[in-house]
């Protein structure tokens, strides 16, 4: 008998039975569309993420006050400040792209009624080289506008929306932050959200200096920023900032109030955690494979009894244990790859409508395909080895006894 023979008869003997056919291989089912599904969903976060770590800035370094699990300033009340800045340009700046001082508050800004909450960012004209961001019109903040406390600011573009909701060039406008009106200089190319979901387009600059003198900051900084021309170097300056910052302020490492942290850092913990989210689906994921393969098993056990009269005939008119074996298998496994090919039409549509509802890229995975088919096909076989095995041991005339 051909394959093709035998499948055939193989799907004429599933069919006669299709509810249990389908609730047999609802396991496979389940099993390969998730499979499917966070295969895609995991690659559209990985590069979502990837875009958005980009937009933060290449190779950048951030020196913060706080312990690297707190984030908050210690108990000695040693702040971050431009002295800091300072030292940390004098000493390294020749393997720097540039530092940049940041302060931030979150503040109501205002213009003609309209009224919105944004991050208030008081910085340095570094910024932008530091962070590889571009201004889409007008400047930046510039040395002169630091020294005389110039109350100018550069806006991002979701702010530039909600207060001129109509308007296409915006210098020259003012708006009220606080008891200040700052005059616009500058837009911000739109930069995204940052890994955290956060807007960075959601901001206002204006020079460290306003923010510090004139609207009451203080001398401390939020953090500094800083980021090196090479990959390769960033560890090694990270670890230099950190010995003259221990230097600056007296501690010994282990003792440290501020906290030295790459974007390294950020996208290696942002991996792992896209890593063991798609590990435990592909764990449940494998449970329900098995629960379907014994399913299968199952079901294979209970048509070989139905059908032992059947046998007996085949048996009886030539057909080899081999080919009862034969047959036996290529049932479960036409089983087990329908199941296959539904489970993985389902992944393929939950894929699209993840992509579509959360707006990351769809990325559908070739080798996942053909990986999700191969599985199905082998936990047909394997589980529907012995059944299949237990049917070609029968006895052509006890098998014929049997109604």
Known sequence: MSFFAAVGIALDALLVHKGRSILTSLGIVIG????IAMVSAGEGAR????ERLSSLGKNLILVRAGTPVSQVMTADGTPLTRDDARAIRQRLGHELTGVAEVQQFQRLVSRHGLHHPTAVTGTT??????????VQNGRFLSEDDLKKLA???????????KLFPHQV????QTLRLDFLQLRVIGEMAPKGRSPLGFDQDDQLWLPLTTLQYK????DRLTMIVTS????????????DIAALLRQRRHVQPGNENFDVSSINEITDLARTVTTVLQLLVAIVAGISLVVGGIGIMNIMLVSVAERTHEIGIRMAIGATPAHVLTQFLIEALVLSLAGGLIGLTLGLAASFVMAGLIGWPLVISPLAILAACGVSGAVGVFFGYYPAWKASRLEPIEALRRE
């Open 32 to 35: 390969i569309s998730a499979v």
């Open 47 to 50: 590069l979502l993420l990837e």
């Open 125 to 134: 004209p570094e910024l932008p080289l530091v962070r590889g961001w571009h």
């Open 151 to 161: 109350d100018v600011c550069v806006l991002g573009a979701t702010l530039k929306d």
């Open 169 to 172: 060039n915006v210098l020259g």
């Open 215 to 218: 609207l009451g900051g203080g």
């Open 228 to 239: 090196t021309p090479s990959a390769e170097d960033l560890d090694r300056v990270k670890t």
